[in-house]
T-cell receptor, first 111, second 114 residues
């Protein structure tokens, strides 16, 4: 699986959009970009994933650059409950046993 | 609620005890996973089961013994653990190697070995 690079931590004001970047310059053509988050002491929560096109669901939007070497997860109106560690993962699918979680970005929403 | 349920949520056990962690999924997935998350460390994949057969064992000590009796249930049997095995143990499920798949995690079992 391609390696990802994320900032260690970020702050965002409550009510503003939180934009979390991820670099994956060695991504292969058939690898998806997945985002998960983990709120303190809970299991990781699936957020969104995409291959090439931008994706949106009820939780977030995923913007993937045209060359697919980086992506941005957007939480449109951050709330205090969005404080968590956010993981960007690149893999052909989750069923790949070589899929690994890195250290992620610790996002803190500031009141 | 993710559709993946783990029990118990918290467990304290002595080093000579035997206990089991249970995971159950009702998502129709055919693969289940055990992960370990120690304090301030990334998630570590321990075991992968697909169609009830183990397909991956990431050099996990034999004091951890997984069991997958059917595609909906996964167990992790524990015996003679060490204090350094204290961690959050997470179960996940997905479609195995299907394209465009995602996994869903349980809430985890917080294990403390004393």
């Amino acid at each position: 699986d391609a390696k990802t690079t994320q900032p260690t931590s970020m702050d965002c004001a409550e009510g503003r959009a939180a934009n979390l970047p991820c670099n994956h310059s060695t991504i292969s053509g058939n690898e998806y970009v997945y985002w998960y988050r983990q709120i303190h002491s809970q299991g990781p929560q699936y957020i969104i994933h995409g291959l090439k096109n931008n994706e949106t669901n009820e939780m977030a939007s995923l913007i993937i650059t045209e060359d697919r070497k980086s992506s941005t997860l957007i939480l449109p109106h951050a709330t205090l409950r969005d404080t968590a560690v956010y993981y960007c993962i690149v893999s052909v699918n989750f069923g790949n046993e070589k899929l690994t979680f890195g250290t992620g970005t610790r996002l803190t929403i500031i009141p | 609620e993710t559709g993946v349920t783990q029990t118990p949520r918290h467990l304290v056990m002595g080093m000579t005890n035997k206990k089991s962690l249970k995971c159950e999924q009702h998502l129709g997935h055919n693969a289940m996973y055990w992960y370990k998350q120690s304090a301030k460390k990334p998630l570590e994949l321990m075991f992968v089961y697909s169609l009830e057969e183990r397909v991956e064992n990431n050099s996990v000590p034999s004091r951890f013994s997984p069991e997958c009796p059917n595609s909906s249930h996964l167990f992790l049997h524990l015996h003679t653990l060490q204090p350094e095995d204290s961690a959050l143990y997470l179960c996940a499920s997905s479609q195995y190697r299907g394209s465009n798949t995602e996994a869903f995690f349980g809430q985890g079992t917080r294990l403390t070995v004393v």
